[in-house]
Each structure stands twice: as structure tokens, then as C-alpha cells.
């Protein structure tokens, strides 16, 4: 297997866990660990929220980069694929503008 789909493939699972933690991680915050904060004090809640808040913010911002590396890497990827099939590339590219376009809205 040459290095090229080697590297194509860890970009692409990259980009699948850096989609689902920076989905999954907010909604186990908001379902699980917030609601259980209802038993601290307001001084310890609010030091809590405080600390989770400044940890969260250099992972997210860690994995949004990876995110659009990946995507990036791939995006630039299906330019290869047009050699076999132009009907791949055209509806790879269609889809991908639909998401950019879901993103920026």
C-alpha cells in the first residue's frame, strides 16, 4: 500500500473522531456533568465551570484545526480520484459544497 493512502486514511478517521468529539464531549457536558453540578456550592460550581471551560477551549480549538486539516487533505485527495472516475469527483465536489455551505449558514 503506498504511503499517500496510508496517510489518506488516518486523516479521514482523524477528521470522523475530531467531528464526533467535538459534538460528543459538549453534549455529555450539557446532559450529564451539568446537571450533576446541581449538588456543589455556587463558589465550586462557578470554579468548576470556570476550570472545564478553559480546558474545553484549547481542545476544541485543537480539534477544529485538525478537523479542517483533514477535510482539507481529503478534499485535495478526490482531485486523484478523478483519474478513474469524473462522475466520483463531480458528486464528491457537489457534496462537499453543500457542507461548506450548511457550515457557513
Known sequence: MEPVYLVTLAARWLHILSAALALGVPIYLL???????GQLEES?????????TKRWRMFVHVLIVVFLATGFWTFLGARRWSAFDA????????????????ALA
Open 31 to 37: 446532559f450529564v456533568l451539568m446537571p450533576s453540578m
Open 44 to 52: 465550586q460550581r462557578n470554579l468548576l465551570r470556570e476550570a472545564i
Open 87 to 102: 462522475d466520483a469527483k463531480f458528486h464528491y465536489h457537489l457534496l462537499f459544497g453543500i457542507k461548506v455551505l450548511i
